[in-house]
C-alpha cells in the first residue's frame, strides 16, 4: 500500500474544544502512532464495478478492512473516465483508494478457481453482477458459503435477485425513471421530465449495502453464522426518497399528485438572487414559512395573511421574496436578515468552490492522494468521526493487477513460479502502466 494520504491543514483539527457539547474527545495517542480502524483485519473480495458496488467497498476499505478488487482484463469501466491524474481515471480513484487490486480472468476456468480460492479467504465477498451471472461463475453464494461457512456475502442488483425483473440491466438513470423521482421532480418544477445530474441511486444503494454487511458482522459475532445479504437499488430508491409513502397513499385515496401544502416540501424552498445576480437558496416552502420571512423583515401584505390565500398566490409570494432578497447587496448582510427569522440559507456554489472553503479545511473534510508518478488528488474524506477509531482514506487507487503477486503470495501462498505461470497462461492481466 502506498503512503497514508494527507488531511488538508485546518485549525480546528487540534482544537478538542470545538467538539460539540457531549460528544467524547479521543484518547491522546502517542506521536506517530495512529488510531485503529474499526474493520481492521477483516478481507474483503471486491467483485463489484462502475458505482454502487464500489462505493459500498470503498466504505469498508475507510473503515479498515483490506479490500482487494477483482477486475477483469479490460478493468473497471469507469478506469476509462476522463479526467485522469497520475494515468488514473479521477471517478476511479474517489470509488476505489485504499483497494489493491488483482485482474484476473474469470473466463479461464483457472481464473475462476483462483477467484473462488481468493473468496473462501476472505470474510466478506460483494458483487453487483445482473441475478445469476456470479453463480454462472462459480462465484455465487452458495459455492463461496461452502467454501467458508462463515462468509458474508452480499449481492447488490438493480431490481433485486428474485422477480420477473431480476435479470433486467439496471442503471441509475433508468431506475430514477422508473420508481418515480424523475415524474415526481419534473411535476413539482413544473417542467419537462429530465435525467438526475447525478447517479444518487447508485450512492444510496452503496450505503445501504454497508449497513446489511455490519448487520451480518454483528450477528456472525453473536452467533458464529455467516450470512448473504441482498440490496436492489429500485427499493433503496423507494426507501430513501420522502415522499415516496405520501404519493402512494394519495392514490390509495383516489387523489393521486395532489399538491401538499406544507412547508415540508424541499422542491417549493425559493432560489433568490442578490442584487449582483448572486443566486441563494433559502429553507422551506415560504407558504408555510412566511412568519418567519415577515421577522426577517419582509413587508408583510394583506394577501398573504392565510396558508390558502399564500398558496393561491404562490407565485406572487415568491416575486415578493425575490424583490426583497435583490436589495441586498452582500450575502452576509442577507444573513443578518434571515437569521433573525431562523431561515437557513446558503449560496449556490460548486463542488470547486466548496473545495476551498474555510469550514472544509477546519472539518478537513478532503484529502490530498499522492500518485506515484507525483499527481496530487483531492479527494472528499470519510464523513465519519469516531473518539478513539479512525475512518477515511488510506492510499491511493491502484493500477489495475497492481497487487497481483502481493496478493496471491500473501493470501493464498502462491510461489512466484506459479504466478509466472499464472500470467503466462494469461489468467492473471497485468496492465502495463
Not at 497492481?402 to 503466462?424: F, P, T, W, Y
Amino acid at each position: 500500500m502506498s503512503a497514508m494520504p494527507r488531511m488538508l491543514p485546518g485549525p480546528a483539527r487540534s482544537r478538542q474544544a470545538q467538539l460539540p457539547s457531549g460528544m467524547a474527545t479521543a484518547a491522546p495517542n502517542r506521536p506517530g502512532t495512529p488510531k485503529p480502524r474499526p474493520l481492521s483485519g477483516l478481507r474483503v473480495l471486491d467483485l463489484t464495478r462502475i458505482l454502487s458496488g464500489p462505493h459500498c467497498t470503498k466504505q469498508l476499505a475507510d473503515l479498515g478492512a483490506d479490500v482487494i478488487k477483482l477486475e477483469p482484463p479490460e478493468g473497471d469501466m469507469t478506469r476509462t473516465a476522463q479526467p485522469k491524474r497520475g494515468g488514473i481515471s479521477v471517478l476511479f480513484s474517489q470509488f476505489n483508494t485504499g483497494k489493491r487490486s488483482v485482474s484476473v480472468d474469470l473466463t479461464k476456468p483457472e481464473g475462476r478457481a483462483l477467484a473462488l480460492e481468493l473468496a473462501a479467504a476472505c470474510d466478506i465477498v460483494v458483487e453487483n453482477f445482473r441475478p445469476g451471472v456470479a453463480a454462472r461463475l462459480g462465484l455465487g453464494p452458495d459455492a463461496v458459503r461452502a467454501a467458508n461457512p462463515r462468509s458474508i456475502y452480499c449481492s447488490i442488483s438493480g431490481w433485486g435477485q428474485t422477480g420477473q425483473a431480476a435479470t433486467r440491466r439496471a442503471y441509475a438513470q433508468i431506475v430514477h425513471a422508473e420508481v418515480g423521482v424523475v415524474e415526481f421532480a419534473s411535476r413539482k418544477h413544473r417542467r419537462e421530465p429530465i435525467s438526475e445530474a447525478s447517479a444518487h441511486a447508485d450512492i444510496e444503494t452503496g450505503m445501504q449495502a454497508v449497513a446489511g454487511i455490519l448487520a451480518a458482522l454483528y450477528h456472525r459475532e453473536q452467533t458464529g453464522q455467516g450470512g448473504y445479504v441482498e440490496v436492489s437499488m429500485a427499493e433503496t430508491v423507494l426507501g430513501a426518497h420522502e415522499w415516496s409513502a405520501t404519493e402512494i397513499a394519495l392514490a390509495d385515496m383516489g387523489r393521486p399528485g395532489e399538491e401538499q401544502l406544507h412547508s415540508f416540501g424541499s422542491y417549493n424552498a425559493p432560489i433568490l438572487a442578490l442584487a449582483d445576480g448572486t443566486p441563494v437558496a433559502f429553507s422551506g416552502d415560504p407558504v408555510g414559512t412566511w412568519a418567519n420571512w415577515v421577522k426577517a423583515g419582509v413587508p408583510d401584505e394583506p394577501r398573504f395573511a392565510d396558508r390558502e390565500h399564500r398558496a393561491a398566490h404562490r407565485r406572487d409570494l415568491v416575486d415578493h421574496l425575490r424583490t426583497w432578497v435583490s436589495g441586498f447587496s452582500t450575502l452576509s448582510a442577507l444573513g443578518a436578515a434571515v437569521d433573525v427569522g431562523k431561515i437557513a440559507y446558503g449560496p449556490v456554489g460548486t463542488f470547486a468552490e466548496l473545495a476551498d472553503k474555510d469550514w472544509m479545511r477546519e472539518r478537513g473534510a478532503l484529502v490530498e492522494v499522492d500518485d506515484r508518478a507525483g499527481a496530487t488528488l483531492r479527494l472528499p474524506r470519510s464523513p465519519l468521526r469516531f473518539d478513539h477509531l479512525e475512518a477515511g482514506t488510506r492510499g491511493r487507487a491502484a493500477h489495475q493487477g497492481e497487487h497481483n503477486a502481493e496478493v496471491l503470495g500473501e493470501v493464498l501462498g502462491r510461489s512466484e513460479d506459479e504466478i509466472k505461470q499464472l500470467r503466462a497462461a494469461e489468467v492473471l492481466r497485468d496492465r502495463p502502466q
